[in-house]
Nanobody, 116 residues
Framework: QVQLVESGGGSVQPGGSLRLSCAASGFSFSSYGMSWFRQAPGKERELVATISAIGTTANYVDSVKGRFTISKDNAKNTVYLQMNSLKPEDTAVYYC?????????WGQGTQVTVSS
């Protein structure tokens, strides 16, 4: 079955960096695009970044452009989210996700807290 396991979250001061990882299993990872979403307290889950199946095309929500980078290692079945210049408004639970056969799959999420 599809499994997505995030790691790398934590607490960091404004301006700091974190690198999130998502280990995938149970499907042909190199055949599917991947996404990172986030959900802040009291807010709806939002799409942060997406990457194509072979990792050549990435898209970002405007609020993270120039600060976050999504990447995909098909040899390791892992997708990453490098987050630089973090701001308090980036505080949220971050989820990796993929969609197939009209269904979206989610990991359990990893907490990112940006605070001084």
């Amino acid at each position: 079955q599809v499994q997505l396991v995030e790691s790398g979250g934590g607490s960091v001061q404004p301006g700091g960096s974190l690198r999130l990882s998502c280990a995938a299993s149970g499907f042909s990872f190199s055949s599917y695009g991947m996404s990172w979403f986030r959900q802040a307290p009291g807010k709806e889950r939002e799409l942060v970044a997406t990457i194509s199946a072979i990792g050549t095309t990435a898209n970002y929500v405007d609020s993270v452009k120039g600060r976050f980078t999504i990447s995909k290692d098909n040899a390791k079945n892992t997708v990453y989210l490098q987050m630089n210049s973090l701001k308090p408004e980036d505080t949220a639970v971050y989820y990796c996700s993929t969609a197939m056969v009209a269904r979206r799959f989610w990991g359990q999420g990893t907490q990112v807290t940006v605070s001084s």
